[in-house]
């Protein structure tokens, strides 16, 4: 069955510090592969997204994330990250029709 | 930078009442959703809505929910019977191709 799993539901951050969340999916094809921001009480916003082509994916607000074929992964990446970066980051994942499966997130928090 | 606009933010209502859910998609998208997140949890998909007709629904969206485009600009989701589970943030999106969203900032449909 297709599926996506983001395994840490909560990450701790220092200012300044990198970072990486991690999201893995199930199924038998390369799927479309995107990232969503979520700050509290506020919508969905996109901060990339891949669907083929070069595995590593720049995005807004200094994100990155890199698809790994043989891992069936796309983390999500941040060499230093700002306090304003706190929110909930959603992985999701199109699989041959036009709708989004949604990973249960993780919540990033960011210590000064 | 073009807005898909949800009405109202935050509406409450009670058990058994019909609640009608606003949304106006951006103008020249093609392709609208409706995506609901209950408080925690993560978003899951309800149906997608493409030249003027449901193109694919979930299990959740049962007979108690519809959709309508009633003129051009407007996209609704009505729930018939409201039930407490129906408690959620409801986030419309649309998409001038595939995967191609714009989120907007979600309507919180509280039932009590």
């Known amino acids: 069955a297709q599926s996506v799993t983001q395994p840490d539901i909560h990450i701790t951050v220092s200012e300044g510090a990198s970072l990486e969340l991690r999201c893995n999916y199930s199924?038998?094809?390369?799927?479309?592969l995107f990232w969503y921001v979520q700050s509290p009480g506020q919508g969905l916003q996109l901060l990339l997204k891949y669907f083929s082509g070069d595995t590593l994916v720049q995005g807004i607000k200094g994100f990155e994330a890199e698809f790994k074929r043989s891992q069936s992964s796309f983390n999500l990446r941040k060499p230093s990250v700002h306090w304003s970066d706190a929110a909930e980051y959603f992985c999701a994942v199109g699989f041959n029709t036009d709708k989004l499966i949604f990973g249960t997130g993780t919540r990033l928090q960011v210590f000064p | 930078e073009p807005e898909v606009t949800q009405t109202p933010s935050h509406q409450v209502t009670q058990m058994g009442q019909e609640v009608i859910l606003r949304c106006v998609p951006i103008?020249?998208?093609?392709?609208f959703y409706w995506y609901r997140q209950i408080l925690g949890q993560k978003v899951e998909f309800l149906v997608s809505?493409?030249?003027?007709?449901?193109?694919?629904k979930s299990e959740i969206f049962d007979d108690q929910f519809s959709v309508e485009r009633p003129d051009g600009s407007n996209f609704t989701l009505k729930i018939r019977s409201t039930k407490l589970e129906d408690s959620a943030m409801y986030f419309c999106?649309?998409?001038?191709?595939?995967?191609?969203?714009?989120f907007g900032s979600g309507t919180r449909l509280t039932v009590v």
């Open positions: 199924y038998g094809a390369t799927p479309y």
């Open positions: 103008s020249n998208h093609l392709y």
């Open positions: 809505f493409y030249n003027n007709e449901i193109s694919e």
């Open positions: 999106a649309s998409s001038e191709d595939l995967y191609g969203y714009t």
